[in-house]
């Protein structure tokens, strides 16, 4: 899944970054509020880390602008003001949660993970498929109640199907996801991916839906 994060702090930004990415994010890093503005239009983030005291325009500005035009991706507010005014207005912006520094980055990755298990429709880190159970919090898998041994890409992987239950993913998507780009080398590694998963969990966990994509058997509870 994809993550941006916007912060001009050139060593909370970058700590960011490195968190999520442990987490199973591909990460994007934006420095100033034009160009998480930008990204924000072109790109379909799973997550926004954002920001409110950037240069060139400001996190909540930002913010209004990606909710006028329908962007829908769970926002992360960081502030280092603790005005319950700005939360407010953070809030009415469209924000889903507030988070005011300093924070600990264990309560931030926590948060994090449960917008976007919101967002997914899920309440608990547990996600079944048919006979695959994701614990989203501890990046572990099991099938029959089996631990099964992953690693980083394929759980990624697997996270992202789970997390859009019913729906055939593309090659080209999971590869954006994964990779941050979706040019034809990747999506051929996206297809190796697959089939060393299927060797791992077997052929019918993943199912292919032919000119649409992948998703996992079973569907998601």
Known sequence: MRALVVEDD????PDLAKALSASGFVVDIARDGEDASFKGEVEDYALVVLDLGLPRLDGLSVLRRWRANDRAF???????????????????????????????????????????????GRTSPVIGAGRLALDTRRMSATLDGAPIRLSPLEFRLLDCLAHNPGRAVSAGELAEQLYG?????????????????????????????????????????
């Open 10 to 13: 050139p060593v909370v930004g």
């Open 74 to 120: 769970p926002v992360l507010i960081l502030s280092a003001r603790g005005d319950w005014t700005e939360k407010v207005e953070g809030i009415e912006a469209g924000a889903d949660d507030y988070l005011a520094k300093p924070f600990e980055m264990g309560e931030l990755l926590a948060r994090a993970r449960g917008l976007v298990r919101r967002a997914a």
């Open 181 to 221: 780009v979706a040019d034809t080398a990747d999506t051929n590694a996206i297809e190796a991916l697959v089939a060393r998963l299927r060797r791992k969990i077997g052929a019918d966990v993943i199912e292919t839906r032919r000119g649409f994509g992948y998703l996992l058997a079973g569907g998601t509870a």
